[in-house]
Structure formats: structure tokens, C-alpha cells
Nanobody
Framework: VTVVESGGGSVQAGGSLRVSCVVSGLLGEYLAIGWFRQAPGKEREGIAFLSTSDGRTLFDEAVKGRFTLAGDKAKNTAYLQMSNLKSEDTAVYTC????????????????????WGQGTQVTVSS
């Protein structure tokens, strides 16, 4: 199983970036993809989650209204579009995947995610 992020980079406050996540090698119909971020000196936090089987999404309050998440079920890929970025969004963004035997009720809890990417840096300058 591989989880690979791409995108990220540096942008000025108010700008936009898109990061992508491709999950390979996982079998099963019910997959969730989550985006987590960790800023220096802070704990990892989950910010956006996608249930690929039905397209449900969830967002942390810190990014709700500014970030959107779209998925391609056939490709096990998720795209996190980040807009109106703020300096406090600066962090390493990591994608993770979780599998389920049935449509998940809970697909946001950290403990559900067993497959992780390496992370990609997002830097927002003010």
C-alpha cells in the first residue's frame, strides 16, 4: 500500500494551493482519505476527510469554508483545494487512508487511519 501526496509549496496569505493524494494497493469498496497537518511545535490535527464511496466530506472548523475536498473513487485519489490561506495554515500536510467493511459512520478519527504518506510542506507567508 502506498499513499503519495503531491502539490503544496509556498504562497502568500490570501492565496490558494492544491494538494493531491493517491492511494494505491488497497482493496475494498469503502475507503476514506483524510488530510492531517502538523505545524512546528504543535500536535497533528485532522482537517479534512472524504468517504470515497459516497462522497461525504467533513472539515475542521479551522478550515471550513476555505478548503474543499474532492475525490476520484476510481483512482482512489483525493484533492484538497485550499483557498484564502492564512499564515496559521503553514504546516506539513499528510494524507492518510482508512478502509472499512461497510459504509463508515465515523471516518474522521485518527485511530482509523493506518496508511500514511510522507507529507508535503505548505508555507503561507504574510
Amino acid at each position: 500500500v502506498t499513499v503519495v501526496e503531491s502539490g503544496g509549496g509556498s504562497v502568500q496569505a490570501g492565496g490558494s494551493l492544491r494538494v493531491s493524494c493517491v492511494v494505491s494497493g488497497l482493496l475494498g469498496e469503502y475507503l476514506a482519505i483524510g488530510w492531517f497537518r502538523q505545524a512546528p511545535g504543535k500536535e497533528r490535527e485532522g482537517i479534512a476527510f472524504l468517504s470515497t464511496s459516497d462522497g461525504r466530506t467533513l472539515f475542521d472548523e479551522a478550515v471550513k469554508g476555505r478548503f474543499t475536498l474532492a475525490g476520484d473513487k476510481a483512482k482512489n485519489t483525493a484533492y484538497l483545494q485550499m483557498s484564502n490561506l492564512k499564515s496559521e495554515d503553514t504546516a506539513v500536510y499528510t494524507c492518510a487512508a482508512a478502509t472499512f467493511l461497510e459504509p463508515p459512520m465515523n471516518f474522521w478519527s485518527l485511530y482509523l487511519y493506518h496508511y500514511w504518506g510522507q507529507g508535503t510542506q505548505v508555507t503561507v507567508s504574510s
